[in-house]
């Protein structure tokens, strides 16, 4: 317990100016997210994630140099994701009423997402570490690096797609539930968690806390299923 304590006080002690820049590229993102009446387009992360390399690039300052320094907000990453459970918590009686929807749709769901990506893959690259690079790009980001890692794909590969995947999702999410009449606030926020991990959650929010509580279990049960079954699926496809 004390040298977790350590760990976690250390890597706070790791902070510098550089956390600084994520957070002033973040205020950057989101007013012109606010200003452009939230369009998926203008997602602060497409606005602060180009603006934070270009002045990395600019005074030559390595990624793992900057990351490590952000050690406060690397650290709050772990309360942010708990805290996740609390809207959670608050709609478990409905889970129960579409749980086996729920199982169904995360199974078939994240089985398409990652089959899909493979495919294009393997019709537009001969490389098979991009093809494994591609297999997890709708899993949230943390998982998705362990995921790569594990099949032997580039981090800067999966790192970007699992980015662009996030957007295509919640700019296209709206059509497809205009189309095929998907009204259910809990359904819409279980797409966009599966599909759309992370950045989709946030737009689910923004809708309203039982979409974002169910965006949550999506996000969550599709990188859990991701794990055990792409890795066996992957080297059965690649290797």
Not at 22 to 29: L, Q, T
Request: proline share 3%; charged share 10%; aromatic share 10%.
């Amino acid at each position: 317990m004390s040298e977790f304590i350590h760990f976690q006080w250390h890597q706070i002690l790791q902070s510098s100016w550089l956390m600084g820049l994520s957070i002033i590229a973040f205020i950057v993102g989101v007013t012109c997210y606010q200003r452009t009446s939230q369009r998926a387009i203008f997602h602060p992360l497409v606005i602060s994630t180009p603006l934070i390399a270009l002045v990395l690039s600019q005074l030559d300052i390595d990624y793992a140099l900057y990351y490590q320094h952000n050690g406060v907000l690397n650290w709050l990453l772990g309360p942010a994701t708990v805290a996740l459970a609390v809207p959670l918590a608050k709609y478990l009686k409905q889970l129960r009423e579409i749980l086996s929807g729920v199982i169904i749709a995360v199974i078939l769901g994240g089985l398409f997402a990652a089959i899909s990506a493979v495919f294009v893959g393997l019709l537009l690259v001969s490389d098979n570490q991009i093809v494994l690079s591609l297999a997890a790009k709708s899993v949230t980001t943390p998982l998705a690096i362990i995921i790569t890692q594990e099949l032997g794909g580039l981090i800067t590969v999966i790192t970007l797609m699992v980015l662009f995947t996030g957007i295509v999702g919640i700019t296209v999410a709206d059509t497809i539930f205009y189309t095929f009449k998907l009204d259910d606030e809990r359904w819409q926020g279980l797409v966009l968690g599966i599909t759309a991990h992370a950045i989709g959650t946030l737009r689910a929010f923004e809708k309203s806390p039982r979409c974002g509580a169910f965006s949550t279990i999506g996000m969550g049960l599709n990188g859990i299923w991701s794990a055990f079954f792409l890795i066996p699926l992957m080297k059965l496809v690649i290797f």
